[in-house]
């Protein structure tokens, strides 16, 4: 069954630092989005993304993140300037349907 | 607001015993609701996902209901396994392609 893949697995990172989360949705898939999970609370939803714009995003997705599919198989989510409070596991989906696929996570760790 | 909540926390269970893990959510117009299963530092394993046309779903040992006007879902666990034990996070969408909102989880585990 096809899969949704992020890399790295594990990025660790400096304050201040930019960051480049990367991942790579099942290939049919239109709908792309990511979500955070901060250590011990639950899953949060930061940005959705169709048709090459930002179609929704929560309070968190604040002006230090941004979103881009620079070709046609990559989906990227990068923090400018990270903070401490950045550190978290962060997740990419995709979905053809309502359903979303998600990924391995990517575990961002801001020293 | 809406929400999505899971009562309880956390529970611990002998082996072989069936179980139930429940989820509420403060809008029944909802699209659809989804089971996950989350190990450890690790990431989202999906069970099952209900349709909002739909009153339940089964996969092996897991069942899961849906009760709209209520605004609940059940996770039925038959004969638990020690491997069973994991955070179950259930999860809801409200329109179409929209974003997914999760409950905060119930930790899982399962004693020999």
């Known amino acids: 069954e096809p899969e949704v893949t992020q890399t790295p697995s594990h990025q660790v990172t400096q304050m201040g630092q930019e960051v480049i989360l990367r991942c790579v949705p099942i290939s049919n898939h239109l709908y792309f989005y990511w979500y955070r999970q901060i250590l011990g609370q639950k899953v949060e939803f930061l940005v959705s993304f169709y048709n090459n714009e930002i179609s929704e995003k929560s309070e968190i997705f604040d002006d230090q993140f941004s979103v881009e599919r620079p070709d046609g198989s990559n989906f990227t989510l990068k923090i400018r300037s990270t903070k401490l409070e950045d550190s978290a596991m962060y997740f990419c989906?995709?979905?053809?349907?309502?359903?979303?696929?998600f990924g391995p996570g990517t575990r961002l760790t801001v020293t | 607001k809406q929400e999505v909540t899971q009562i309880p926390a956390a529970l611990s269970v002998p082996e072989g015993e069936n179980l139930v893990l429940n989820c509420s959510f403060t809008?029944?117009?909802?699209?659809?609701l989804q089971w996950f299963r989350q190990d450890p530092g690790k990431g989202l394993t999906s069970l099952l996902l209900i349709q909002s046309s739909q009153r339940e779903q089964t996969s092996g040992r897991l069942n899961a209901s849906l009760d709209k006007s209520s605004g609940r879902s059940t996770l039925y666990i038959a004969a638990s396994q020690p491997g069973d034990s994991a955070t179950y996070l259930c999860?809801?969408?409200?329109?179409?392609?929209?974003?997914?909102?999760f409950g905060t989880g119930t930790k899982l585990q399962v004693i020999p």
């Open positions: 809008d029944s117009a909802i699209y659809n």
């Open positions: 999860a809801v969408v409200w329109g179409g392609y929209q974003k997914v909102t």
């Open positions: 989906a995709s979905s053809e349907s309502p359903k979303q696929y």
